[in-house]
């Protein structure tokens, strides 16, 4: 079985920074890509930033060079720093992983999400 969890949320001002972690763990042979989506209310999950094995990254408009997402490949996490932070910035974020995992003599990818963490940017 595969886990994925997130770490980092909370509440921030305006031009504020958060930093959101998530760990991937289980019977994992590799992990592909790994990505950040979110949800804020009233509105569908859209992605914010993805990376793939080897590094290469892509980001969703309004993240542009105000966000970083990082990998460590040896701990099987994904980071993602947030600066400059807006108020439309608020939503659940979550963590969203394409695993290859080991089952018997098997090798299967799955898709894995985690359980979000709620980023909220007020006064």
């Known amino acids: 079985q595969v886990q994925l969890v997130e770490s980092g949320g909370g509440l921030v001002q305006p031009g504020g920074s958060l930093r959101l972690s998530c760990k991937a763990s289980?019977?994992?042979?590799?992990?592909?890509?790994m990505s950040w989506y979110r949800q804020a209310p009233g509105k569908e999950r859209e992605l914010v930033a993805s990376?793939?094995?080897?590094?290469?990254?892509t980001y969703a408009d309004p993240a542009k060079g105000r966000f970083t997402i990082s990998r460590d490949n040896a701990w099987n996490t994904v980071d993602l720093q947030m600066n400059a932070l807006r108020t439309e910035d608020r939503a659940v974020y979550y963590c969203?992983?394409?695993?290859?995992?080991?089952?018997?003599?098997?090798?299967?990818?799955?898709?894995?999400w985690g359980q979000g963490t709620q980023v909220t940017v007020s006064l």
């Open positions: 969203h992983a394409k695993i290859l995992y080991r089952d018997g003599s098997y090798v299967p990818r799955g898709d894995y």
């Open positions: 289980g019977n994992i042979y590799s992990v592909n890509d």
């Open positions: 990376i793939t094995e080897d590094g290469r990254t």
